[in-house]
């Protein structure tokens, strides 16, 4: 225990002490200062402007959309409607002809024209048409409303009475029993990236680490002097406490720094979410984050004792890397669809190497029973410590191990063997 | 102090490395493990070190089976290394820590033996900053500053100019004169003839011959005279010689030792002669005999 210690010990000092460690955090956080304090510097900043713009919308520099419809009474109220619909455009009528205004549009003085026909057609034109133009579903909204009326008024009924009934709303209210996944959608991401780029950042400077003391011969001493058990605990502690405390600087920067500026946030309730995380589910994170990072990060450190050389990490952590990547790609897949219930995450959910993604996700987005949660969390824990003995004996076995990389079926003969 | 290998057996897969290894070393001598690379010495220190243990046999400490809570080593690998951008003083408490020490009394024990080598100045230098040697003698730190029973030291003469040298021999005369168990393992044989009271020379796993150094000489068969003189041409032929290494060197083998006094007197009597001596073996002749 006492080995322990002060293995734990130096490998932090170690981490907390580095310049890429402290570099990185440092870095982090001054980017979520910015990011954070965004909307305050942009409104001191254009405060001036927009109060210059405020009485005159049109010197605001809304974008024009030329409007063409039939002459007389319908087209005149087609006009007042699209205008309505269209706020965010400056709706002029089209006075020139078409290849005028094909011109304004090419020219950027107009940004898109709509040449109505009848109730039943027009033609859009734009120079661009982007992936997220939306204007002919609103112009198909607006001109099918104007038909719904035409139709009311010429079955008897006033403008009136039609604008009426086509312009009623229905009230609803949502009561999500469970889960609301809109409002943890978010969170459950930033949380599953963050314990991805945790996981694969830290294992892979777990491996790096054990692969360097390996190549500097420093583990001639090292092997004599300390128990591998101790070796491989302390270190993966170490890193273990060290990712979690550049977790609690970089989101513990966050929710400072949204705190700090959270009435210029306001609005956004997406990034109002994520800092509204329920407190339990925090618990769950750190348990899974905890559990997650250990069984990558002992199982990096074997690999890492079986190299020769430093160069030969990349290759030898290749099936755990790929192992935690397809984890990482199920959870990815089955929150964008919003099914995390399906039955490959209920497996991946209390299969230790990804049940610390799986469940976490199910648990942040879905109602998933008390005892799965336990079961899950009995089997990783079992798991964690199944792996961190194991990884103390590859790294054994591994370390006295130079020259070609040796194959799995040798050190878990060798192993056996002791 | 002593402690005993008996009879140790290591495979590594179908490999015998070790085919039962025994040899003895005791407190206040210096013991010399000798044989070619990949004799077996390395495994056999590994096994005494607890590193691994062996297939079959036993390791005795003051005649018991040991217990390595009470007993503490010192190492200097042949393969040195250690942290090479961290600070010296600063992995050198660490490893004295690992070895069970406080890191006050290690801070205190690193600061007298960087004294002692004259490192003192590095202390909060990186350890890549220093020369091959100078890396050396930190190195030997680590196997020293924890005041280890038993210290083995593999190669330790290799890399060190011979003013670093007789350094490392006044140190490790201290530590034997403490009565500390020394374990040389060398192939520079002249430093293991210069320290070491008994030697073992392990070949193919085996241990082939043991014992104290200056008895394995004496059993040699003193039936041969090393003579020299200027007239070693006409000695040889007289005497049925051979002419030696050395230049001016003649080598007579005798019918029986006995004859010793006789074949002295003819050749005083009857040739100018600078030196005669019963040849005995060095130690370099005896491990190329055993080891090959």
Not at chain 1, 184 to 210: D, E, K, P, R, W
Not at chain 2, 145 to 152: G, L, R
Request: glycine residues 10%.
């Amino acid at each position: 225990m006492k080995q322990f210690k002060v293995i734990f010990k130096f490998e932090l000092r170690n981490y907390l002490t580095n310049k890429i460690f402290l570099g990185v955090t440092i870095f982090l956080v001054a980017l979520i200062g910015v990011v954070m304090f965004f909307p305050r510097a942009a409104e001191a900043l254009g405060g001036g402007e927009d109060g210059e713009t405020e009485g005159s919308p049109e010197a605001g520099g809304r974008p024009v959309m030329l409007l063409s419809v039939p002459s007389g009474e319908a087209g005149s109220l087609m006009g007042e409607a699209f205008a309505a619909a269209f706020g965010r455009y400056n709706v002029r009528v089209l006075e020139d002809s078409l290849e005028e205004m094909e011109a304004q549009i090419l020219d950027g003085t107009a940004e898109c024209a709509l040449v109505v026909e009848s109730l039943n057609a027009y033609d859009y034109y734009v120079n661009n048409l982007s992936m997220y133009d939306r204007n002919t579903e609103t112009a198909d909204e607006v001109l099918k409303q104007l038909g719904q009326m035409q139709a009311m008024v010429d079955g008897g009924l006033s403008w009136e009475e039609a604008e009426g009934i086509l312009s009623s709303r229905v009230s609803h209210e949502v009561f999500s029993l469970g889960k609301d996944q809109i409002e943890n959608f978010f969170y459950t991401y930033i949380m599953i990236f963050a314990l991805y780029m945790v996981i694969l950042l830290y294992g892979q400077m777990v491996a790096s680490n054990v692969a360097t003391e390996k190549s500097s011969r420093a583990m001639e001493v090292l092997i004599t002097s300390a128990r591998p058990v101790s070796m491989m605990f302390g270190k993966v502690l170490a890193s273990c406490l060290a990712g979690f405390t550049q977790l609690v600087a970089v989101f513990g920067s966050a929710v400072l720094f949204f705190n700090l500026n959270k009435e210029y946030w306001g609005g956004t309730a997406a990034v109002a979410s994520v800092f509204d995380m329920p407190p339990e589910l925090l618990g769950y994170m750190l348990v899974f984050f905890v559990l997650g990072f250990l069984i990558y990060a002992f199982l990096y450190g074997a690999i890492g004792s079986t190299a020769s050389k430093l160069e030969d990490i990349n290759t030898s952590v290749m099936p755990i890397t790929m192992l935690f990547i397809v984890a990482f790609m199920v959870v990815m897949y089955s929150l964008a669809d919003g099914n995390v219930d399906n039955i490959l995450m209920k497996i991946c959910s209390f299969v230790p190497f990804t049940s610390p993604m799986a469940m976490f996700t199910r648990i942040a987005m879905s109602s998933v029973p008390f005892h799965e949660v336990l079961i899950s969390v009995a089997i990783l824990v079992v798991s964690v410590f199944g792996v961190g003995v194991l990884a103390a004996r590859i790294y054994k076995v591994g370390v006295l191990l130079y020259g070609t990389t040796p194959k799995l079926g040798s050190i878990l003969k060798a192993i056996r063997k002791e | 102090m002593r402690i005993e290998l008996k009879d140790i057996r290591k495979s590594f897969g179908e490999k015998e490395v070790l085919k039962g290894v025994s040899l003895a070393a005791e407190g206040g001598r210096a013991f010399g493990l000798l044989g070619r690379n990949g004799a077996g010495k390395t495994t056999s220190i590994r096994i005494l070190m607890d590193v691994f243990p062996a297939d079959s046999g036993e390791i005795l400490f003051e005649g018991k089976a040991i217990d390595y809570r009470s007993v503490q080593f010192g190492y200097l690998p042949e393969e040195r290394g250690l942290y090479p951008k961290k600070k010296i003083g600063e992995q050198l408490i660490y490893f004295a820590e690992l070895k069970g020490m406080r890191r006050s009394a290690a801070a205190k024990a690193v600061d007298g033996w960087l004294e002692r080598l004259g490192m003192a100045e590095y202390r909060g230098k990186r350890l890549d900053t220093l020369s091959k040697g100078n890396q050396q003698k930190i190195q030997l730190v680590t196997a020293l500053a924890h005041d280890p029973q038993i210290i083995i030291l593999d190669e330790p003469f290799s890399g060190l100019d011979p003013v670093n040298a007789m350094l490392l021999k006044d140190v490790v005369r201290e530590e034997i004169a403490r009565g500390k168990i020394v374990l040389f393992s060398s192939h520079q044989m002249n430093y293991i003839e210069e320290f070491c009271d008994s030697i073992a020379i392990i070949n193919g796993g085996q241990v082939v011959l043991s014992g104290e150094l200056h008895e394995i000489k004496r059993n040699y068969p003193r039936n041969r005279l090393v003579v020299r003189s200027g007239q070693c041409g006409e000695i040889a032929s007289a005497f049925g010689g051979s002419m030696e290494g050395e230049r001016d060197c003649v080598m007579i083998t005798l019918k029986s030792p006995e004859d010793k006094g006789q074949v002295m007197r003819r050749l005083t009597e009857g040739y100018d002669i600078d030196e005669i001596k019963v040849f005995e073996p060095s130690l370099n002749d005896i491990f190329v005999e055993y080891a090959h």
